[in-house]
Nanobody, 120 residues
Framework: QVQLVESGGGLVQPGGSLRLSCTAS????????MGWYRQAPGKERELVAD???????NYADSVKGRFFISRDNAKNTVYLQMNSLKPEDTAVYYC??????????????WGQGTQVTVSS
């Protein structure tokens, strides 16, 4: 079994910064890509940023220049550094990973989500 656990969410003022972390554990053979998605109440879940095993990154237009994704392959961890936060960034942020398990099954896995609230 594979689990993804997010941390680092919380309440922050507009213009502030926050760093999210997501660590994968369990029966992992390899992690091909990891990313962050977010979902506000009543809205569709959307891609925020993702990163491949070759460190190629992709960002939503709404966060370019403000958010930065990185990963530590040795720790099976992906980070999302969020700067210049805006109220519209408020959402539950979910970690996703494309993983080949020790049993050689390739699947997408999701974390439980962490709440980010940007408010004055």
């Amino acid at each position: 079994q594979v689990q993804l656990v997010e941390s680092g969410g919380g309440l922050v003022q507009p213009g502030g910064s926050l760093r999210l972390s997501c660590t994968a554990s369990g029966s992992i053979f390899s992690i091909h890509a990891m990313g962050w998605y977010r979902q506000a109440p009543g809205k569709e879940r959307e891609l925020v940023a993702d990163i491949t095993s070759g460190s190629i990154t992709n960002y939503a237009d709404s966060v370019k220049g403000r958010f930065f994704i990185s990963r530590d392959n040795a720790k099976n961890t992906v980070y999302l550094q969020m700067n210049s936060l805006k109220p519209e960034d408020t959402a539950v942020y979910y970690c996703k990973a494309l993983i080949t398990t020790r049993r050689m099954y390739e699947s997408e896995f999701w974390g439980q989500g962490t709440q980010v609230t940007v408010s004055s």
